[in-house]
């Protein structure tokens, strides 16, 4: 055999990542699925969140003040179901017919989870901001102060629990994207 040939076909096998495939195929289908099950439930919750939403506009509210303020509210959580959905769904139709492909989903989907929490973090606080007014209205206008501070205070933890969540990822993802580039190059 050639001996230049033999030293391109060794180098070629060093340069070629040495990755378990059958392992990344199988973590990269299972991420699929639950992409495809995350954006069911963020479009069903979104829509079942909205028609609430809706539903206390037309029947909860005590003034005008708050079927408007529910009435403002109301597209919120159905319009950031729609982007999650479109988000993941681009991913889990992503083709992976090589390595190279696979590690540039898992890549991606670290990516957009991180562009998820903290798109959620910010609806989050705008919703947080927004009870926080109904309540300081409601207190002033109706001394209803007791629904309205735990509405403030389950919604405090919800808030709390997603901005750590989105700190957590945002502190790892640089960690996790090394671990994939390493990955493409081993």
């Not at 991180?114 to 901001?129: A, D, G, H, P």
């Not at 007014?133 to 808030?159: E, H, K, M, P, S």
Request: a positive charge; one cysteine or more.
């Amino acid at each position: 055999m050639d001996p230049q040939f033999e030293s391109w076909q060794n180098a070629f096998k060093q340069a070629t990542p040495k990755i378990d495939v059958d392992k990344l195929l199988s973590q990269v289908k299972a991420s699929k699925f639950r992409q495809q099950l995350k954006a069911y439930t963020d479009m069903l919750v979104g829509v079942a969140v909205s028609a609430y939403s809706f539903y206390a506009a037309l029947w909860l509210a005590d003034s005008m003040a708050q079927t408007m303020l529910f009435i403002t509210l109301t597209p919120i959580p159905i319009a950031f179901s729609v982007w999650s959905f479109g988000q993941h769904s681009r991913l889990w139709q992503q083709q992976t017919l090589d390595i190279s492909a696979l590690l540039a989903f898992k890549r991606d989907e670290l990516v957009l989870r991180l562009k998820y929490w903290r798109i959620s973090t910010r609806v989050c606080i705008i919703l947080y901001v927004a009870l926080a007014i109904i309540a300081c209205v409601n207190y002033l206008l109706y001394d209803t102060v007791f629904v309205w501070l735990v509405q403030l205070g389950i919604n405090g933890a919800i808030l709390s629990a997603v901005i750590l969540r989105y700190r957590y990822l945002e502190q790892h993802l640089p960690q996790k994207l090394k671990e994939i580039d390493d990955m493409g190059k081993a």
